[in-house]
């Protein structure tokens, strides 16, 4: 596997990821009130082998495309369902920044970890430069769960996000002026009106695209942001309630390095997204990327009511300095 060569602009992809692996899996019904995407099984199920075989080939998918994978195993005590979704309590910026965020439901605070932290230090060489811990909001009722309520435009520092109960605007703004972005809020809602849990689940963006579910905002909401995106150079591709409802926001553009193709971006989605894109969407997604990956994570998706997106902590090392 070779490594990314260094870059010094902003960075909108990353090489790097962290993983759990899941001891615990299945599905959690205090999530669930929240996330109308969860669905329990229709019967008895073997739900943690399945969605830790599901795991395992995505790292053996992710790892052939160049990605570094940090893996590291959830602990079975106390049980954590939603564990392999750790893009919701942590996330790691170029700065050296470790940011800690609130969680909704009680069964997902215990995922937070300092022994996870510490092995991406010692794996990747992550230098931790600050702990921005947001997590004294949780006893206030308020919270802002990671990379699933924050989307992120790094190379510009503007962050969107989806108000709901997992997304409070002021945490959004706080987060904002912390990391130095911008904040874009706004609302959207699935069929039945509720507001979707999480920003992530109807937008993406890459470094030459934005996938964004406009079926769901209001006019208003969705012209401003369209505006926005439109103003980076970034093709916007709207996506619809069944694209949506199979996890095709649920996406997330990496960057690999390889000796043939030099720098590629891969834009990863899960096997259900990718056959519920329309061939339009699919034909502008192709033009905007360097390659596609459909994983097959059907336990973890019906069950966890999360897809890809939400099972990749990005990792943002800072860039190496060039050889004098």
């Known amino acids: 596997m070779q490594s990314r060569s260094p870059h010094t602009a902003p960075q909108q992809c990353a090489s790097t990821v962290l993983m759990v692996r899941p001891a615990a899996f299945d599905y959690n019904p205090e999530t669930a009130v929240t996330n109308k995407m ?55 910026h170029e700065d050296g920044t470790v940011v800690l965020y609130p969680m909704q439901a009680e069964s997902r ?28 909001n949780e006893a206030a009722g308020r919270f802002l769960e990671g990379t699933g309520s924050l989307v992120l435009d ?7 996000a989806c108000i709901s109960p997992r997304t409070h605007p002021a945490l959004v703004e706080e987060w904002a002026r912390e990391l130095g972005y911008e904040a874009v809020l706004f609302e959207a809602f699935d069929r039945g009106g509720v507001p979707f849990y999480h920003t992530n689940v109807m937008m993406c963006i890459g470094a030459r695209m934005a996938v964004l579910g406009t079926c769901a905002m209001s006019a208003d909401d969705r012209a401003r942001v369209i505006e ?6 970034r093709d916007v591709i709207e996506i619809q309630y069944d694209e949506i409802e199979q ?57 966890g009511g999360g897809s890809v997106r939400c099972m990749l902590a990005e990792v943002f090392l800072p860039p190496k300095a060039p050889a004098t």
């Open 38 to 92: 969860q669905h329990p099984a229709a019967g008895a199920t073997t739900a943690q082998a399945q969605a830790l075989a599901e795991f395992e080939q995505f790292v053996l998918a992710l790892r052939s495309e160049g990605i570094t994978v940090c893996v590291v195993d959830d602990t079975p005590a106390p049980p954590k369902p939603d564990a392999i979704f750790p893009n919701n309590w942590v996330s790691f």
């Open 109 to 136: 605070r215990r995922e937070r970890r300092q022994p996870i932290i510490d092995t991406v230090v010692e794996q990747l060489g992550f230098r931790v430069s600050r702990v921005l811990d947001l997590t004294k």
């Open 154 to 160: 790094r190379c510009n520092r503007v962050a969107y």
């Open 228 to 233: 926005k995106l439109e103003i980076t150079g």
């Open 247 to 303: 996890f095709a926001g649920n996406m997330l553009e990496l960057a690999s390095w390889d000796e043939a193709l030099g720098d590629y971006r891969l834009l990863l989605m899960s096997e259900a997204a990718r056959r519920s894109l329309r061939p339009e969407v699919y034909t502008r997604l192709s033009a905007s990327t360097d390659y596609m990956l459909g994983v097959p994570i059907p336990t973890i998706e019906t069950l």
